[in-house]
């Protein structure tokens, strides 16, 4: 089964390049970067698993990932950044949703993929 991923992120090399490894991988993948176009085009069950870049101009990952479970609410997230994984202020703003995976760029294509490999397996 072909597992379907969204990737939001204000910078295309890096959507272009996970897109590229992750579909060599047999994923159907499709990418945005801007979080607004992402969020206009977002759909219940589209995905399996969303990518979200925390910092975006417009509106931040955690931002687009509030808006998405409004959408829908199984939407499954796994949050990259480049920053310091901020989780605790994840957690303060949404202590009721349990997030899984804070990745940390750089990240290669093989690691992001037993990540969602087990994120999407649970």
Sequence with gaps: MERRVLIVDDEVDITDALKAGLERRGFKVTTFNDPVTALSKFTP???DISILDIRMPK???FELY???RKVDGKASVCFLTAFDVHKEEFEKMFPDV???AFLKKPIT???LVANLNELLSK
Excluded: L, Q
């Design 59 to 61: 509106m931040n990952g």
């Design 45 to 47: 069950t589209s995905y």
């Design 66 to 68: 509030r808006e998405m």
């Design 98 to 100: 349990k997030v899984k």
């Design 109 to 111: 294509i093989d690691s």
